[in-house]
Nanobody, 125 residues
């Protein structure tokens, strides 16, 4: 079972930036699509961004497109989320997740089977 640990969350003013990191255990990291999801208070968890196993394919929610960038370093077993021009509505707990099937890409929350504990991002207005 893979373990995922997020870091990098915090409190920032609107317009600021944060970079989230997710460290994964295991030797098969480079075989799986990774994703970032977020959950705001009182709302369902929603897709933010995903990156395929080799990094060649990325996808973003419309709400973050052009502001957020997902990347990965397979040599370090890490996936990142660079968040720029943050808005108060970006406030949420951000979690990274690993796709359930190797060498498969999708953005559906139900296709991701391993989750980190999450890191809080708070954007003040």
């Amino acid at each position: 079972q893979v373990q995922l640990v997020e870091s990098g969350g915090g409190l920032v003013p609107a317009g600021g930036s944060l970079r989230l990191s997710c460290a994964a255990s295991g030797r098969t990291f480079s075989s799986y699509t990774m994703g970032w999801f977020r959950q705001a208070p009182g709302k369902e968890r929603e897709f933010v961004a995903a990156i395929s196993w080799g990094g060649g394919t990325t996808g973003y929610a419309d709400s973050v497109k052009g502001r957020f960038t997902i990347s990965r370093d397979n040599a370090k077993n890490q996936v990142y989320l660079q968040m720029n021009r943050l808005k108060p509505e970006d406030t949420a707990i951000y979690s990274c997740a690993r796709h359930q099937r190797d060498f498969s890409y999708s953005r559906n929350r139900s296709d991701f089977g391993s989750w980190g504990q999450g890191t809080q991002v708070t954007v003040s207005s």
